[in-house]
């Protein structure tokens, strides 16, 4: 059973930094595609960063500049680098791996909560 763990999150003062990662544990095929999401208390989830498995990245616009989402392929890894974080970033944070095998199947972890405050 494929199991997504994601690790990093914390609290964090606003202009700091932190890197969240997230590893897939059993056997996965590699995935097309990667992102993290985040779910603000009352809000709906929503994506921040995809990359895909040639390496082509997309931001949500709130985060271009700040954050750089990056992945592993021989490892199955995805990672987010976010600097100058902000209040408004504050979330709980999700990775997703999305494999395509005749039907897509979408992993998801568990959450890291992320806490910008001062």
């Known amino acids: 059973q494929v199991q997504l763990e994601e690790s990093g999150g914390g609290l964090v003062q606003p202009g700091g930094s932190l890197r969240l990662s997230c590893a897939a544990s059993?056997?996965?095929?590699?995935?097309?595609?990667m992102a993290w999401y985040r779910q603000a208390p009352g809000k709906q989830r929503e994506v921040v960063a995809v990359?895909?498995?040639?390496?082509?990245?997309a931001y949500d616009d709130s985060v271009k500049g700040r954050f750089t989402i990056s992945r592993d392929n021989d490892k199955n890894t995805v990672a987010m680098q976010m600097n100058n974080l902000k209040p408004e970033d504050t979330a709980v944070y999700y990775c997703?791996?999305?494999?395509?095998?005749?039907?897509?199947?979408?992993?998801w972890g568990q959450g890291t909560q992320v806490t910008v405050s001062p």
């Open positions: 997703k791996m999305e494999i395509l095998i005749g039907r897509r199947i979408d992993y």
């Open positions: 990359v895909t498995s040639g390496g082509t990245t």
């Open positions: 059993g056997s996965i095929f590699r995935p097309n595609v």
